[in-house]
């Protein structure tokens, strides 16, 4: 899991500087364009199956502004969230470990306010499918089911421009429910809900 969490840290790195050095010299992607590209931390909420916080994920969006301040788009990211069961008197980590891996992916809209500021503080909302695996590991065997269901999203963000050209910086705040079940041996998992944070770069 540390690899994937480093790869994931390197694509997120490469993606940034291939599109810091292919856009135009200029604050935002285009006059109406913008895209993200983040690090994402999540933290299940009501999961008893995998209800360990992770900073394994990564977000990207991209979109048009069809008003001033109004602006659609696409969206993908993904997140994974383990659990360890203890055994016995302690914790063994080959024995009974459960992950949660989730890919939604669809429409995205936002309103931004200050567009052309400095500081563009915005609130939004995703809607689309998640797919989810959940998977129970143990000893040298895994049981797991593939899942789809219906995914939204809102979110609070804010785009920094610190800079007269360039890309600038991304915060967001998110909460996301999906209606995902699962069933993993004697486990059930009954819908998703997840709350996390955001950071990366705005174009």
């Known amino acids: 899991m540390k690899t994937m969490k480093y790869i994931s840290l390197r694509v997120l790195a490469i993606a940034a500087l291939a599109l810091a050095f292919a856009m135009p010299a200029k604050a935002q992607l285009s006059d109406n364009g913008y895209a993200n590209v983040d690090w994402q931390f999540n933290a299940p909420l009501k999961n008893h199956f995998a209800d360990k916080a992770s900073g394994w994920g990564m977000n990207f969006e991209g979109g048009y502004f069809v008003t001033p301040n109004l602006g659609l788009g696409l969206f993908m990211n993904y997140s994974s969230n383990r659990a360890t069961f203890p055994v016995g008197e302690g914790t063994v980590n080959t024995d009974q470990q459960h992950t949660i891996f989730q890919l939604p992916f669809g429409a ?3 309103y931004q306010m200050n567009r052309g500021g400095a500081w563009q503080p915005y609130f939004g909302v995703k809607l689309g499918a998640n797919y989810a695996k959940v998977r129970s590991n143990y000893n040298m065997f895994e049981t797991r089911d593939n899942t789809w ?19 600038g910086l991304h915060i967001a705040v998110y909460y996301s429910y999906a209606t995902n ?4 041996l004697t486990y059930n998992v009954d819908k998703l809900n997840n709350f996390g944070f955001r950071v990366g770069l705005a174009f």
């Open 149 to 167: 269901g219906f995914y939204v999203s809102p979110e609070i963000g804010l785009n920094v421009y610190p800079w007269a050209y360039g890309p």
């Open 181 to 184: 079940k699962a069933n993993v």
């Open 108 to 110: 995205a809209a936002r």
